[in-house]
């Protein structure tokens, strides 16, 4: 067993490459007792995102957003949009998710399905996600799909890559019919709110390890400290606070398995003046302490 983890940069997005670039796609079985943090933390990539809970349900945070995702449900992540998923009751919840690139649906850059079957999604500000039940006809039709993209890129028989595109562009026709109607030609898919709070991000993980004031947070998104708190609450329903707390115990976390250093030093590290403070907002997050944590997962890091 391994600890898994989302790599980003100071921008919140996703490191990881999906796929390769002759076949742009990327099939995960996430076990969230797996992950570092016990969730997938704040991120978004370039990729459509495409989940579908296998066991237990699970909360998808999209933005300022957030859907209960119950096993047999789906989500949509539109391209660019931040999204973090975490447990509903336990971390035993398991989902797969499908990331690939709108190229394997849109084909050639410039191209008429690109034009008028995918860049019009990708967008557009009213659909950074779609959530899919099988109570609903054309959503039971995604999920299939859904499933049968997830079953070949496991069983892998010859020429799997093109049912699986083929796939894919079924379920892109199914959700298309339904909210074509729906779409707004060229609506940017960041609102200004969005592109503030990535800014403070920026801010807070390059700076997390040093005594931050919600002044300093709200001067590097160049807006007031009342709006800066309004804009975290609208987008990431969190305060700024908060935020600075969640990613300080990440970092406290990537410590405790990475290094032998004391944990007293790990506060220090993480921006913690008190080993006693850092001691109960680590277990606040984690469900542990700092010692337990690392007893539990250092056997598995590699």
Not at 78 to 88: F, G
Not at 95 to 106: A, D, E, K
Request: glycine fraction near 4%.
């Amino acid at each position: 067993m391994q600890v898994a983890k989302i790599e980003v940069d100071d921008n919140l997005q996703e490191t990881t490459k999906h796929g390769s670039h002759s076949f742009p796609i990327a099939i995960y079985t996430d076990k969230f007792n797996l992950f570092q943090d016990g969730h997938i933390r704040w991120h978004w990539h370039k990729e459509l995102q495409f989940s579908y809970s296998l066991c237990d349900r699970m909360y998808f945070s999209v933005e300022n957003q957030k859907v209960i995702l119950k096993p047999g449900e789906g989500i949509m992540v539109n391209s660019n949009v931040l999204h973090q998923i975490k447990p509903y009751d336990n971390n035993e919840c398991m989902m797969f998710s499908i990331v690939f690139h709108p190229i394997l649906i849109g084909g050639t850059e410039e191209s008429i399905i690109e034009k008028k079957y995918v860049n019009p999604i990708l967008q557009s500000s009213d659909f950074k996600f779609i959530y899919l039940t099988p109570d609903i006809q054309w959503q039971k039709n995604i999920l299939k799909c859904l499933k049968k993209v997830f079953l070949l890129s496991n069983e892998k028989p010859y020429g799997y890559e093109l049912e699986i595109r083929n796939f894919l562009s079924s379920l892109w026709l199914n959700l298309l019919r339904e909210i074509k109607r729906d779409i707004k030609e060229c609506a940017a898919v960041f609102s200004f709110d969005e592109e503030r709070v990535k800014l403070a991000l920026q801010y807070i993980h390059r700076y997390y390890s040093e005594d931050i004031l919600l002044h300093n947070i709200a001067m590097a998104a160049n807006i007031s400290k009342s709006e800066c708190c309004r804009s975290f609450k609208r987008v990431l329903r969190v305060t700024p606070f908060q935020y600075l707390m969640e990613y300080r115990i990440s970092k406290a976390c990537e410590l405790l398995l990475k290094s032998k250093d004391s944990i007293s030093n790990i506060a220090f590290q993480v921006g913690f003046n008190g080993t006693s403070y850092f001691g109960r907002v680590f277990k606040r997050y984690m469900k542990r302490t700092p010692s337990e944590y690392r007893s539990r997962y250092l056997k598995y890091y590699k």
